[in-house]
């Protein structure tokens, strides 16, 4: 069993940063593709980044291409989502998931894809 917490979360002002982490207890993430998903108010959960298990493949949504990163220490168990020049449309609650255990240059981008998830943590962005 894989347990996820996210942290990092919180109010910002729009063009400002925060970085979110997901730190695993439970198993070892090295051996997981890794995703961040979001969901807006009163939408449904969407896809954000992906990495896989070595974080040789990586993969973002459009919206957020070219201002969130995504990254992974397996040394410390933790993804994490750098989110610059945020726009109020990024305000949502913010899920990271584990699928695995899978050693593959293959990401996710569908929740279903997804064998284990975090509570997720409040990001809102003030305009």
């Known amino acids: 069993q894989v347990r996820l917490v996210e942290s990092g979360g919180g109010l910002v002002q729009a063009e400002g940063s925060l970085r979110l982490s997901c730190a695993a207890s439970?198993?070892?993430?090295?051996?997981?593709?890794m995703g961040w998903f979001r969901q807006p108010p009163g939408k449904e959960r969407e896809f954000v980044a992906a990495?896989?298990?070595?974080?040789?493949?990586?993969y973002y949504a459009d919206s957020v291409k070219g201002r969130f990163t995504i990254s992974r220490d397996n040394a410390k168990n933790t993804v994490y989502l750098q989110m610059n020049s945020l726009e109020s449309e990024d305000t949502a609650v913010y899920y990271c998931?584990?699928?695995?255990?899978?050693?593959?240059?293959?990401?996710?981008?569908?929740?279903?894809?997804?064998?284990?998830w975090g509570q997720g943590t409040q990001v809102t962005v003030s305009s």
């Open positions: 990495i896989n298990w070595s974080g040789a493949s990586i």
């Open positions: 998931a584990a699928r695995g255990p899978i050693i593959s240059r293959d990401i996710y981008y569908r929740a279903t894809d997804y064998n284990y």
């Open positions: 439970g198993r070892t993430l090295s051996n997981y593709a």
